[in-house]
Nanobody
Framework: VQLQASGGGSVQPGDSLRLSCTAS????????VAWFRQAPGEEREFVAV????????YYADSVKGRFTISRDNAKNTVYLQMNDLKSEDTAVYYC???????????????WGQGTLVTVSS
C-alpha cells in the first residue's frame, strides 16, 4: 500500500490543523493506519492509530483530548484533526500502515512522506 500525507503548516498556539493520509495500491481494508511524529533531534513517536474495519482508536497521552483520528473508507483516507495545538506539537508528522494496530515505528510496514507542522507564536 502507498500512503500520501498532507495538511501540515505553520500555526499559532491554540490553532487547529487537519492532516490527511490517503492510501492507494493494495486493498487497505485489512490495514491499520497510524500517525507518528518526529521533532528535531528526537525519535519518531506514536501519536494515534485507527483500523480500517472499525474499533476504538488509540492515542498517545500527550495528544489525548486534543487530537482525533478518523477515517473515510470511501476515500481511503485517514485524518488527524489536531486542536489546541501547542509548541511541543511541532514535528514532522508521518502516517504509516500495518496489518494490525501498531504503536512502534519498527512495526510499520509502509510509510507516507512526512508533513511538517510548526506551532509558534
Amino acid at each position: 500500500v502507498q500512503l500520501q500525507a498532507s495538511g501540515g503548516g505553520s500555526v499559532q498556539p491554540g490553532d487547529s490543523l487537519r492532516l490527511s493520509c490517503t492510501a492507494s495500491g493494495r486493498t487497505v481494508s485489512s490495514y491499520a493506519v497510524a500517525w507518528f511524529r518526529q521533532a528535531p533531534g528526537e525519535e519518531r513517536e506514536f501519536v494515534a492509530v485507527i483500523t480500517w474495519r472499525g474499533g476504538v482508536p488509540y492515542y498517545a497521552d500527550s495528544v489525548k483530548g486534543r487530537f482525533t483520528i478518523s477515517r473515510d473508507n470511501a476515500k481511503n483516507t485517514v485524518y488527524l484533526q489536531m486542536n489546541d495545538l501547542k509548541s511541543e506539537d511541532t514535528a514532522v508528522y508521518y502516517c504509516g500502515s500495518a496489518p494490525r494496530v501498531v504503536y512502534a515505528p519498527a512495526d510499520v510496514h509502509a510509510w507516507g512522506q512526512g508533513t511538517l507542522v510548526t506551532v509558534s507564536s
